[in-house]
């Protein structure tokens, strides 16, 4: 059973920033790509951006496109996902997944959930 430990969720205004972090358990990352989702309120899950284990190829929505970065740290088990120019639209819980292949981001390919961080964008 696979392990994920979010943080770095919380408030923050508009056009701020904030860095969400996933601690994965051991080799995680050799046999995995990551990929963080979110869901707002009254919405499905949606792909946010998806990294791959294999050549740390990424992906990423539309919407966050130029805003949001993914990165791992393979050392420490760990990905990230910085988040710039927030909007309020992007409220939501964000959640890190595995999946043994991201070809498109999409929440039918996820294997393994975390259990979610939630980002406030508000004023």
């Known amino acids: 059973q696979l392990q994920f430990v979010e943080s770095g969720g919380g408030l923050v205004q508009p056009g701020g920033s904030l860095t969400l972090s996933c601690a994965l358990s051991?080799?995680?990352?050799?046999?995995?790509?990551i990929g963080w989702f979110r869901q707002a309120p009254g919405w499905e899950h949606e792909g946010v951006s998806c990294i791959s284990r294999s050549d740390g190829s990424t992906n990423y929505a539309d919407f966050v496109k130029g805003r949001f970065t993914i990165s791992r740290d393979s050392a420490n088990n760990t990905v990230y996902l910085q988040m710039n120019s927030l909007k309020p639209e992007d409220t939501a819980v964000y959640y890190c997944?595995?999946?043994?292949?991201?070809?498109?981001?999409?929440?039918?390919?996820?294997?393994?959930w975390g259990k979610g961080t939630l980002v406030t964008v508000s004023s």
């Open positions: 997944t595995a999946a043994l292949h991201f070809r498109y981001c999409s929440n039918y390919e996820v294997d393994y």
């Open positions: 051991e080799f995680t990352l050799d046999y995995y790509d």
